[in-house]
């Protein structure tokens, strides 16, 4: 069963520390001052706020993923327990993101190096003159793979508002539910209150 | 009553999501507002230490529309427009405005400070490790910005020295108010003077070393170079966004002239410097102007928690024992506790110091002093986590768990700086021996007594 990462709203203080965290992990260079950070913060996991809820949403990395299904180019694959992206292979279609049922996926500008990256062909008309396009492709929350220390929101996060959810979690919960519900019918059944 | 010019830490409602992690690191409990709305810094209260500042992550996002725009929210921080870092809820009113005009205006004669803590932290801004020691590159930057003067804090943290140390062994010796509180870090100063009012004649009469540089610029520093007081504008760098109000204070002022006219924090410089297209990392080494940039190793200290303490006892021990004190190197007076006691013997007088960093530290403290239960004699109060190093106004770190590095290495640099000086007592350093021939008299004389000392006033919020 694939791992993912759960929020949890009552304990999210809506700091948005994780999405910074996020972003960083995520850059292929090292960045540790804000003055180094002269790109937008691009986040995989995002935080919702209403006047009810602050919770920070990400993945669920679904088993019957609608993305992956959709996904007419074979970008999106399944890898170590995790829906994965392949970025080189995405072409911004946006199937994937009408497809999540949680809203979970944002299109984003690519960087390389701290660079946008631009597109060969495409040029934007702007009152500037022509200009080049950006290249834009599907994120989403990748589990933080490969990081030495795992996720970087669930680290980051100063209210502990994250659980993994892993096959060993939920193997566990719903054993504990089992055998709750068993001794609730055990009981009535001797107490007669059937 | 709400002074605007002390308006200097401020919330940008749009941008606050109300997580109150600042209300966690505020030392006085001035962040006001209920979980998950924008918060509110009671001016009163707050000690514009710009902890808050630090912590603060709620940032303005690409992928949100917000009614002010970056460039909007940038001039009203007094930011350079052309910044790409990120901009977060909470922040400080830069002076670069103010730093570049007088830059070029041809008629100011343009003086500079920098505090100690700004070396050890000025080239992480410029992509330099953490902690990167960086004393020459930076009056290199400072003298290619234009600046005609470039001074330093240190020389007058040596100035300070001499001055208080002298006070504590007055009070010692001739039997004065004990114990005597540094009056070196504004936030703690304000702090006694509006919770704490009736231990204000605790705190020694200094002012603290970024006051005596301005006041020695616009007096010595004008005698040394042949100008008018009235053309010097007098610019601070500085950690610490407190040192912003320190300077607009009225009892900061000697005969009608304001000792320091601006204060830039680390970050507000490295902006400036940036701005100038200065490539800082490839800068030569330089060094600060004479006299009043010359300094010690003890004066340099000042910057880490216990390090005021540390070059008050280099001194005081040997005013009170006329001998060489057996090692300078005061180890039990460093670390990071949040408070650490301690003992010198001076010969037969015996000196218990308390050291504090971290403000909320202290009220246990006082409270001791107010029920006549203090066995001290002097206490050093800095109000940021392991002092100026760790200032408000101090690059800014993305992640928490990097700020403990951070830290650690600008201590340690810190100390380095320290071992590599020539002179490592304030009174050694020979620059001073000269003001005090050539100008000042003696320590807590009339002339010092006039330009080096001030008065502390209770100040309306009190608890
Ligand atoms: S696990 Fe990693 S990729 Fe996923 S939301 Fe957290 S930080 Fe982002
Ligand atoms: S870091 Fe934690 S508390 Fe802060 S916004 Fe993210 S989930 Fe919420
Ligand atoms: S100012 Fe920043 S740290 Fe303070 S409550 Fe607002 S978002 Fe949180
Ligand atoms: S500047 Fe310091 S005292 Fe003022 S609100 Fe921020 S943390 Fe509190």
Redesign the pocket.
């Given at each position: 069963m694939n791992t993912f990462?759960l929020g949890n709203p009552g304990k999210c203080i809506g700091c948005k520390a994780?999405e910074i965290?996020?972003s960083v992990?995520?850059l292929d260079t090292s960045v540790v001052k804000a003055n180094e950070m002269n790109l937008p913060f691009i986040?995989?996991?995002n935080l919702v706020r209403t006047s009810s809820v602050t919770m920070p949403i990400?993945c669920r990395q679904c088993e019957d993923a609608p993305c992956a299904n959709v996904c007419s180019v074979g970008a999106i694959v399944h890898k170590d327990n995790c829906n994965v992206v392949l970025e080189e292979k995405c072409i911004g279609c946006k199937e994937c993101m009408l497809a999540c049922p949680f809203g979970m996926i944002d299109m984003q500008p690519k960087f390389t190096e701290g660079e946008a990256e631009f597109q060969v062909g495409l040029k934007v008309e702007s009152l500037q003159g022509e200009q080049k396009k950006a290249y834009v492709v599907m994120q989403k929350?990748?589990?933080?793979k490969g990081r030495a220390n795992g996720?970087?929101?669930?680290e980051v996060c100063p209210a502990d508002a994250f659980v993994i959810v892993n096959p060993d979690f939920i193997r566990k919960n719903i054993h504990d539910k089992r055998v709750s519900s068993a001794q609730e019918i055990a009981k009535r059944k001797y107490t007669g209150n059937s | 009553m709400v002074d605007k010019d002390t308006d200097i830490i401020k919330i940008d409602a749009e941008l606050c999501t109300g997580c109150r992690r600042c209300a966690e690191v505020c030392p006085v409990d001035a962040i006001e507002g209920k979980q998950g709305t924008p918060q509110f810094i009671n001016v009163e209260k707050c000690v514009m230490c710009g902890q808050c500042i630090q912590i603060c992550s709620a940032y303005a996002s690409i992928f949100e529309e917000y009614r002010t725009s970056r460039e909007d929210k940038l001039r009203e921080r007094n930011m350079p427009v052309t910044l790409e870092e990120p901009i977060f809820a909470a922040y400080n009113i830069g002076d670069l405005p103010k730093v570049k005009e007088a830059l070029t205006n041809t008629e100011a004669f343009t003086m500079v400070q920098c505090a100690p803590a700004v070396r050890v932290a000025i080239a992480e801004e410029f992509g330099m490790p953490l902690g990167s020691l960086a004393p020459g590159k930076l009056a290199a930057a400072l003298r290619q910005l234009g600046f005609n003067r470039i001074y330093d804090t240190n020389f007058a943290a040596d100035l300070t020295i001499m001055e208080e140390g002298s006070e504590l062994v007055q009070r010692i010796t001739e039997g004065g108010l004990l114990p005597m509180f540094t009056s070196c870090c504004p936030a703690w100063v304000k702090f006694v003077e509006q919770e704490y009012p009736e231990l204000i004649p605790h705190l020694s009469s200094c002012k603290s070393p970024q006051q005596m540089a301005g006041t020695m610029f616009k007096t010595y520093g004008a005698q040394a170079d042949g100008v008018e007081p009235d053309n010097i504008y007098s610019v601070a760098i500085m950690p610490c966004t407190c040192k912003k109000f320190e300077s607009q204070r009225p009892e900061m002022n000697t005969d009608g002239y304001q000792n320091v006219d601006a204060v830039l924090t680390t970050r507000e410089l490295a902006y400036l410097i940036k701005e100038a297209g200065i490539d800082f990392s490839s800068l030569p080494e330089e060094d600060f102007d004479k006299p009043l940039g010359m300094y010690s190793g003890a004066g340099h200290l000042f910057c880490a928690t216990g390090g005021v303490m540390e070059a008050a006892i280099r001194t005081a021990y040997e005013l009170i024992t006329n001998e060489p004190i057996p090692n300078v190197n005061i180890q039990y007076v460093r670390g990071s506790q949040g408070v650490r006691r301690g003992v010198v013997h001076a010969g037969d007088v015996k000196v218990k110091t308390v050291v504090v960093s971290g403000l909320k530290n202290v009220v246990p403290i006082l409270e001791e002093i107010k029920k006549g239960n203090a066995d001290f004699h002097f206490m050093e109060v800095m109000t940021c986590p392991v002092g100026c190093v760790s200032g408000g106004g101090q690059p800014k770190v993305l992640l928490p768990k990097d700020t403990e590095i951070a830290y650690k290495n600008r201590i340690s640099s810190t100390y380095r700086h320290d071992e590599e000086q020539t002179y490592r007592k304030s009174h050694e350093n020979p620059e001073i021996k000269a003001i005090y021939k050539n100008f000042l008299g003696e320590p807590l004389g009339h002339k010092s007594h006039h330009l080096l000392h001030t008065e502390y006033k209770q100040r309306g919020y009190c608890k």
């Amino acid at each position: 069963m694939n791992t993912f990462i759960l929020g949890n709203p009552g304990k999210c203080i809506g700091c948005k520390a994780c999405e910074i965290a996020c972003s960083v992990a995520h850059l292929d260079t090292s960045v540790v001052k804000a003055n180094e950070m002269n790109l937008p913060f691009i986040s995989r996991l995002n935080l919702v706020r209403t006047s009810s809820v602050t919770m920070p949403i990400q993945c669920r990395q679904c088993e019957d993923a609608p993305c992956a299904n959709v996904c007419s180019v074979g970008a999106i694959v399944h890898k170590d327990n995790c829906n994965v992206v392949l970025e080189e292979k995405c072409i911004g279609c946006k199937e994937c993101m009408l497809a999540c049922p949680f809203g979970m996926i944002d299109m984003q500008p690519k960087f390389t190096e701290g660079e946008a990256e631009f597109q060969v062909g495409l040029k934007v008309e702007s009152l500037q003159g022509e200009q080049k396009k950006a290249y834009v492709v599907m994120q989403k929350c990748d589990l933080c793979k490969g990081r030495a220390n795992g996720p970087a929101c669930i680290e980051v996060c100063p209210a502990d508002a994250f659980v993994i959810v892993n096959p060993d979690f939920i193997r566990k919960n719903i054993h504990d539910k089992r055998v709750s519900s068993a001794q609730e019918i055990a009981k009535r059944k001797y107490t007669g209150n059937s | 009553m709400v002074d605007k010019d002390t308006d200097i830490i401020k919330i940008d409602a749009e941008l606050c999501t109300g997580c109150r992690r600042c209300a966690e690191v505020c030392p006085v409990d001035a962040i006001e507002g209920k979980q998950g709305t924008p918060q509110f810094i009671n001016v009163e209260k707050c000690v514009m230490c710009g902890q808050c500042i630090q912590i603060c992550s709620a940032y303005a996002s690409i992928f949100e529309e917000y009614r002010t725009s970056r460039e909007d929210k940038l001039r009203e921080r007094n930011m350079p427009v052309t910044l790409e870092e990120p901009i977060f809820a909470a922040y400080n009113i830069g002076d670069l405005p103010k730093v570049k005009e007088a830059l070029t205006n041809t008629e100011a004669f343009t003086m500079v400070q920098c505090a100690p803590a700004v070396r050890v932290a000025i080239a992480e801004e410029f992509g330099m490790p953490l902690g990167s020691l960086a004393p020459g590159k930076l009056a290199a930057a400072l003298r290619q910005l234009g600046f005609n003067r470039i001074y330093d804090t240190n020389f007058a943290a040596d100035l300070t020295i001499m001055e208080e140390g002298s006070e504590l062994v007055q009070r010692i010796t001739e039997g004065g108010l004990l114990p005597m509180f540094t009056s070196c870090c504004p936030a703690w100063v304000k702090f006694v003077e509006q919770e704490y009012p009736e231990l204000i004649p605790h705190l020694s009469s200094c002012k603290s070393p970024q006051q005596m540089a301005g006041t020695m610029f616009k007096t010595y520093g004008a005698q040394a170079d042949g100008v008018e007081p009235d053309n010097i504008y007098s610019v601070a760098i500085m950690p610490c966004t407190c040192k912003k109000f320190e300077s607009q204070r009225p009892e900061m002022n000697t005969d009608g002239y304001q000792n320091v006219d601006a204060v830039l924090t680390t970050r507000e410089l490295a902006y400036l410097i940036k701005e100038a297209g200065i490539d800082f990392s490839s800068l030569p080494e330089e060094d600060f102007d004479k006299p009043l940039g010359m300094y010690s190793g003890a004066g340099h200290l000042f910057c880490a928690t216990g390090g005021v303490m540390e070059a008050a006892i280099r001194t005081a021990y040997e005013l009170i024992t006329n001998e060489p004190i057996p090692n300078v190197n005061i180890q039990y007076v460093r670390g990071s506790q949040g408070v650490r006691r301690g003992v010198v013997h001076a010969g037969d007088v015996k000196v218990k110091t308390v050291v504090v960093s971290g403000l909320k530290n202290v009220v246990p403290i006082l409270e001791e002093i107010k029920k006549g239960n203090a066995d001290f004699h002097f206490m050093e109060v800095m109000t940021c986590p392991v002092g100026c190093v760790s200032g408000g106004g101090q690059p800014k770190v993305l992640l928490p768990k990097d700020t403990e590095i951070a830290y650690k290495n600008r201590i340690s640099s810190t100390y380095r700086h320290d071992e590599e000086q020539t002179y490592r007592k304030s009174h050694e350093n020979p620059e001073i021996k000269a003001i005090y021939k050539n100008f000042l008299g003696e320590p807590l004389g009339h002339k010092s007594h006039h330009l080096l000392h001030t008065e502390y006033k209770q100040r309306g919020y009190c608890k």
